[in-house]
């Protein structure tokens, strides 16, 4: 996984600032055919690309919507693929819309990370297999950071949320999951199977907690998922960066 921080810090979601706890984590695809990071993040941060259109979600109301989710998936301007987070996990986000129980029982004010996998024309393979790779692994790594079981209903998509009454209707991700052989029960045992590689997760929880404490930064996406990368390269090196951001 290949994660980045953007906030959109001109977004009115952003700007409202509404805390929440992290209880659960809904997927999603944006529903256009446009896989360019590009289209949503900004502005250009020398990785992303530009966007002539300057349509990004970084102002307060993107095409006249309340809208924000946590994180976007999809292709930075080298064609390779990228997670950006675009809300801090701990802020409620708006990527649900409201079902039948009503906005004060949507996804969001029911504490749900929320990330869009930017979406081509849905029939490349080749471009699904690396965002759902992708998605796999920034979902398994919020499991672990969050403690969030990678069941229903802690983990869903748009579609099931709405039939959870905490959702708009949508049909995202399963019209394009199914054309791919995949569906959601797939994709949560991907997640568990990817969760079960992760080693010192107590010590990638620290790091997650205090990384813009440290000069520069932490990069805790180094467990790769094997354990003994990441014992022996890392775990010593990291340790000295968290004691030192406590002195």
């Known amino acids: 996984m290949k994660l980045r921080t953007l906030f959109l810090t001109k977004n009115l979601c952003y700007e409202v600032g509404k805390k929440h706890t992290p209880k659960g984590i809904m997927v999603h695809s944006t529903?256009?055919?446009?896989?360019?990071?590009?289209?949503?993040?900004?502005?250009?941060?020398?990785?992303?690309?530009?966007?002539?259109?300057?349509?990004?979600?970084?102002?307060?109301?993107?095409?006249?919507r309340k809208v924000c989710p946590h994180a976007f998936i999809g292709r930075l301007k080298d064609n390779s693929i990228a997670t950006y987070q675009t809300l801090p996990w701990d802020m409620a986000g708006w990527h649900s819309g409201s079902g039948r129980l009503g906005s004060a029982q949507n996804a969001n004010n029911s504490g749900y990370i929320g990330f869009e996998i930017c979406e081509d024309g849905l029939t490349d393979p080749v471009y699904f297999s690396k965002v759902y790779r992708e998605a796999v692994e920034l979902t398994a790594f919020l499991c672990v950071i969050h403690d969030i079981r990678p069941v229903e209903p802690y983990l869903i998509d748009h579609s099931e949320g709405h039939q959870l009454g905490i959702a708009s209707n949508h049909a995202d991700v399963m019209h394009w999951f199914a054309k791919h052989g995949r569906n959601m029960d797939v994709f949560r045992a991907d997640v568990n199977a990817e969760m079960a590689k992760i080693a010192n997760r107590e010590l990638l929880k620290a790091a997650t907690k205090i990384s813009d404490r440290v000069p520069g930064g932490i990069n805790i996406l180094m467990w790769s998922g094997n354990d003994r990368e990441w014992k022996g390269k890392y775990a010593d090196a990291l340790l000295l960066k968290i004691a030192d951001a406590w002195d």
């Open 31 to 64: 529903g256009a055919n446009n896989p360019k990071l590009s289209r949503y993040v900004g502005p250009d941060d020398g990785l992303l690309g530009n966007n002539p259109y300057n349509n990004h979600w970084n102002q307060p109301t993107p095409g006249g």
